[in-house]
């Protein structure tokens, strides 16, 4: 079964670090560009980061200088480093990978998977 496990939210200080880890398993015959989005309580979802296959990187502006994406293709994990966090990075936060994998018919497919969520709270 293919899936995205994310891991590393907590509760941090303002002004805080944290680092989530987002793990891609099962039979993928290859990852693309991967980022992550959040939502906030009663709002909707938005996007955090993109970090392409070839490690380019793009951000929302509301993080850029704080956060830091990045991957280990050899270990199909995207991490997204967040420092100097703010009350307003509460959050779940979603990972995002376009995954290649093997369809019903044995060929491959791609499509868009999603992390179940790790809560992110910042708060003193």
């Known amino acids: 079964q293919v899936q995205l496990v994310e891991s590393g939210g907590g509760l941090v200080q303002p002004g805080g670090s944290l680092r989530l880890s987002c793990a891609a398993s099962g039979s993928i015959f290859s990852i693309g560009a991967m980022g992550w989005y959040r939502q906030a309580p009663g709002k909707q979802r938005e996007w955090v980061a993109t970090i392409t296959s070839g490690s380019f990187t793009n951000y929302a502006d509301s993080v850029k200088g704080r956060f830091t994406c990045s991957r280990d293709n050899a270990k199909s994990t995207v991490y997204l480093e967040m420092s100097s966090l703010k009350p307003e990075d509460t959050a779940v936060y979603y990972c995002?990978?376009?995954?290649?994998?093997?369809?019903?018919?044995?060929?491959?497919?791609?499509?868009?998977?999603w992390g179940q969520g790790t809560q992110v709270t910042i708060s003193s």
């Open positions: 995002n990978a376009r995954l290649t994998v093997r369809g019903p018919l044995g060929r491959p497919e791609s499509s868009d998977y």
